[in-house]
Nanobody
Framework: QVQLLESGGGLVQPGGSLRLSCEAS????????MGWYRQAPGKQRELVAV????????QTDSVKGRFTISRDDAKDTVVYLQMNTLKPEDTAVYYC??????????????WGQGTQVTVSS
C-alpha cells in the first residue's frame, strides 16, 4: 500500500499564489510518476500537471506559465505544485496522484484525499 499526503490548499485572492505538497509513503520500489489532478463542482476530474521518473514534466494548457510542478531535491517522494497568478476558475479540489511499481514490477495507481483550493475575492 502507498499513502499520498497532501497539504497546502486554502483560500486565496485572484492573482495570488499557493503551493501544494504531496508526500508518498508506504511499500513501493519505484515512483513512475506523480502529479496533480483537480475536480471542480459539476466537472470531470482533469490532469493539472505531472512529473515523471526521469524528471520530465507536463501541464494542461490552462495552467502553463502559471503552475510549476517539481520534485523535492532531497526527497524524491515529495512533489510540489507551485500555483501563481491564480484565477477563480482554478477553484477545485486538487488530488495528488501517483503511479508506483512494487518489487515485482507491478504498477499501481494511488490517489490522495484531496485538498481544496478556492480562488475568490
Amino acid at each position: 500500500q502507498v499513502q499520498l499526503l497532501e497539504s497546502g490548499g486554502g483560500l486565496v485572492q485572484p492573482g495570488g499564489s499557493l503551493r501544494l505538497s504531496c508526500e508518498a509513503s508506504g511499500d513501493f520500489f519505484i515512483i513512475n510518476a506523480m502529479g496533480w489532478y483537480r475536480q471542480a463542482p459539476g466537472k470531470q476530474r482533469e490532469l493539472v500537471a505531472v512529473i515523471n521518473r526521469g524528471g520530465s514534466t507536463n501541464q494542461t494548457d490552462s495552467v502553463k506559465g502559471r503552475f510549476t510542478i517539481s520534485r523535492d531535491d532531497a526527497k524524491d517522494t515529495v512533489v510540489y505544485l507551485q500555483m501563481n497568478t491564480l484565477k477563480p476558475e482554478d477553484t477545485a479540489v486538487y488530488y495528488c496522484h501517483g503511479v508506483f511499481s512494487d518489487w515485482g514490477g507491478r504498477r499501481s495507481v494511488y490517489w490522495g484525499q484531496g485538498t481544496q483550493v478556492t480562488v475568490s475575492s
